[in-house]
């Protein structure tokens, strides 16, 4: 049987009306329309499914995502400036032009027992190397 907790769907107004510092967790907001939302500072997102959402120019700088899905994300022009992605799977989303100064993309776990943020498939611009950031 599975433990895991039930999801709840997130949209535009979860986000916009988190505050500085609020932690988010098992939110599925896959296919959602979050363009422009989000504020610069710290918030901690954990186990949330942005699958297929549209996150152009959301600025989510700041931002902790630990174990979350962003599978084929649109984040084009989105500021992830000091965002961390740890043991999360950014499979063909799309990153060009986004501001990524300060962004790292790590694991969680150490030895056979981490778990890897996926980066297969990623559209960046010309020039950026993701191993870098």
Known sequence: MNAERPRVVGDRETLASARPG????????????????????????????????????????????????????????????????????????????ADLAGATFGSVGVGKGAKETRLDGVLVDPGVDLSEV
Do not use: K
């Open 22 to 97: 609020a932690r988010l967790e098992s939110i599925d907001f896959s296919g959602a329309d979050l363009t422009s939302v989000g504020r610069q500072g710290l918030m901690w997102i954990d186990r949330c499914s942005f699958a297929r959402a549209d996150l152009r120019q959301a600025t989510l700088g700041g931002w902790y995502f630990r174990f979350c899905d962003l599978t084929g994300a649109n984040l084009r022009g989105a500021s992830l400036r000091d965002a961390h992605f740890s043991a999360c799977d950014l499979t063909g989303a799309d990153l060009r032009g």
